[in-house]
C-alpha cells in the first residue's frame, strides 16, 4: 500500500512537471535551447518548491483511493468553467450596462461535503474566477460568498459548481451543498 502511494505521487509530480513545461512552451511561444532550458530551470524550482507541500498534504489527509485527483475528469472541467465564466460575464455586462443598474449584492454562507483541502481551494478559486462572485473565507467546511447579483449565485446555491468540482476526486459525490444561506441586509451579517 505504502509503495502504491509512493509510486502515484511521483507518477503524478512528473504529470505535474510535464504540465508546466507544456504550459512554460505554449506562454513562452520561443523554442530555441536558451528558452526551452529557462522553462526546464522554472519548472524544477517550483516542483522543489512544491514538493514538500504535496507531501505534507498528502500525510495529513490520509487520501484514500476514491480521494484522489482525477485527472481524466479535469479535461471536462475547465471547459465547462469557462463556458460558466463566459456566460457569468455576459451577465455582469448586462447587469452593468443596464440603463438602471440592477445590481442585487449578498453574501452566501454555505457548507460543503468536500473533505479534500485541495477540492475545496478548486472550489473557492473557481467562483472567484466566475464574474460575479467572490470567495471571502473558507474556513474548515463553511465558505463565504459575496454575489454581485441573485443569478451570481444561483450555481452555487443549487450545488451545480461544488458538483463538479467534486467529480474531479469522486466518481458519485453525495450531497455537496448544504446549509445554504443568503444574506441580503448589513444586520443580517
Known amino acids: 500500500m ?6 502515484r505521487f511521483l507518477r503524478n509530480t512528473i504529470i505535474q512537471a510535464a504540465m508546466l513545461m507544456i504550459f512554460w512552451l505554449l506562454l513562452s511561444g520561443h523554442y530555441d535551447w536558451m528558452h526551452i532550458s529557462f522553462g526546464v530551470f522554472s519548472v524544477a524550482v517550483i516542483i522543489s518548491i512544491h514538493y514538500p507541500l504535496r507531501r505534507r498534504l498528502l500525510a495529513m489527509e490520509q487520501h484514500s483511493n476514491d480521494q484522489l485527483f482525477r485527472i481524466r475528469r479535469l479535461i471536462y472541467y475547465i471547459p465547462w468553467l469557462l463556458w460558466q465564466i463566459i456566460i457569468a ?21 454555505f457548507k460543503t461535503g468536500l473533505v479534500n483541502t485541495s477540492a475545496k481551494v478548486i472550489l473557492g478559486n473557481s467562483i472567484t474566477l466566475t464574474p460575479g462572485t467572490i470567495t471571502l ?8 460568498v459575496h454575489s454581485l447579483m441573485d443569478i451570481s ?8 459548481l461544488p458538483g463538479e468540482v467534486a467529480k474531479l476526486y469522486a466518481r458519485r459525490p453525495g450531497q455537496v451543498v448544504r ?11
Open 2 to 7: 505504502r509503495s502504491l502511494r509512493k509510486s
Open 89 to 109: 460575464s455576459m451577465q455582469v455586462a448586462f447587469v452593468v450596462l443596464h440603463p438602471k443598474c440592477p445590481i442585487d449584492p449578498a453574501l452566501v454562507r
Open 137 to 144: 473565507e473558507i474556513e474548515q467546511e463553511k465558505f463565504l
Open 153 to 160: 449565485c444561483s450555481g452555487i446555491i443549487d450545488g451545480t
Open 179 to 189: 446549509d445554504v444561506e443568503v444574506i441580503k441586509n448589513e444586520a443580517d451579517i
